[in-house]
């Protein structure tokens, strides 16, 4: 059995291999929440599939200074712990503007500097999507309507010298037609992957191996 993940509670925060996820009850964050603009797209928290993630990558890192997509990023957990741990140059992406604050607020506690930029799925072209080594994820397919743009965004990524990407749920149905049409395809697979926060229901992980596919 693989050791259990570094983990520690406080009021405010969660520790979880190295990097702080922080709770909506920080001050820090309940400020921001008076001051700034809600975010919308459920970006107003950190979803657990990303403890899931990050403890997958820390068994199957990434090259250290690796270039990194994460997509549909919230308050950024993934690519500022990929920062942290690897030296990974992320680009935090979202479609709604509203979470940057709160990505920039974590990333400053975390002592890492993430690039953001505002855009949806179908937005991401072969000029943002090349050097790439990574592209990640979590629980970001959530609508039905989210299939088809994720679906043809790991296709590009593929056709632009991407790595792997690595899509986190828990399970939703518009993942699992995601994950049957990329499996079918692009040679995908679905992980379920019990690692991540201590007392968290597993989390599936799809897999894309685009440096396996290539031969």
Same mark, same amino acid.
Request: with cysteine; charged share 25%; net charge positive.
């Given at each position: 059995m693989?050791?259990?993940?570094?983990s520690?509670?406080?009021?405010?925060?969660?520790?979880f291999?190295?990097?702080?996820?922080?709770?909506?009850t920080?001050p820090?964050?309940?400020?921001?929440k008076?001051?700034?603009e809600s975010?919308?797209?459920h970006g107003?928290?950190?979803?657990?599939?990303?403890f899931?993630?990050?403890?997958?990558?820390?068994r199957?890192?990434?090259?250290? $200074? &690796? !270039?990194v997509?994460?997509? +549909?990023?919230?308050w950024g957990?993934?690519?500022?712990w =990929? #920062?942290?741990r690897?030296g990974?140059?992320?680009?935090a992406?979202?479609?709604?503007?509203?979470v940057?604050?709160?990505?920039?607020?974590?990333?400053r506690?975390?002592?890492v500097?993430?690039?953001?930029?505002?855009?949806?799925?179908e937005?991401?072209?072969?000029?943002?999507?090349?050097?790439?080594?990574?592209?990640?994820g979590t629980?970001i397919?959530?609508?039905d309507?989210?299939?088809?743009?994720?679906?043809?965004?790991?296709?590009?990524?593929?056709?632009? $010298? &991407? !790595?792997?990407?690595?899509i +986190?749920?828990?399970g939703?149905?518009?993942?699992?037609? =995601? #994950?049957?049409r990329?499996?079918k395809r692009?040679?995908?697979?679905?992980?379920?992957?019990?690692?991540?926060?201590?007392?968290?229901a597993?989390?599936?992980?799809?897999?894309v191996?685009y440096?396996?596919?290539?031969?």
């Amino acid at each position: 059995m693989p050791p259990r993940p570094s983990s520690r509670e406080s009021a405010h925060w969660h520790t979880f291999r190295g990097v702080r996820a922080l709770k909506s009850t920080h001050p820090e964050v309940r400020r921001l929440k008076r001051r700034e603009e809600s975010p919308s797209l459920h970006g107003n928290k950190v979803w657990h599939s990303s403890f899931a993630l990050i403890d997958y990558l820390h068994r199957h890192p990434p090259t250290v $200074g &690796a !270039r990194v997509i994460d997509v +549909g990023c919230g308050w950024g957990l993934n690519g500022i712990w =990929l #920062a942290r741990r690897y030296g990974a140059r992320v680009l935090a992406v979202d479609a709604d503007p509203a979470v940057e604050p709160y990505l920039r607020l974590q990333a400053r506690i975390n002592r890492v500097e993430v690039a953001f930029l505002a855009r949806r799925f179908e937005q991401l072209d072969a000029r943002l999507l090349d050097g790439v080594e990574l592209l990640t994820g979590t629980d970001i397919c959530f609508w039905d309507e989210m299939v088809e743009p994720l679906y043809r965004l790991l296709r590009r990524a593929g056709k632009a $010298g &991407a !790595r792997r990407a690595i899509i +986190g749920d828990p399970g939703r149905t518009p993942f699992w037609t =995601l #994950a049957a049409r990329a499996e079918k395809r692009l040679g995908a697979e679905v992980i379920q992957h019990t690692g991540g926060r201590p007392g968290s229901a597993p989390k599936q992980l799809l897999v894309v191996d685009y440096a396996k596919l290539r031969g």
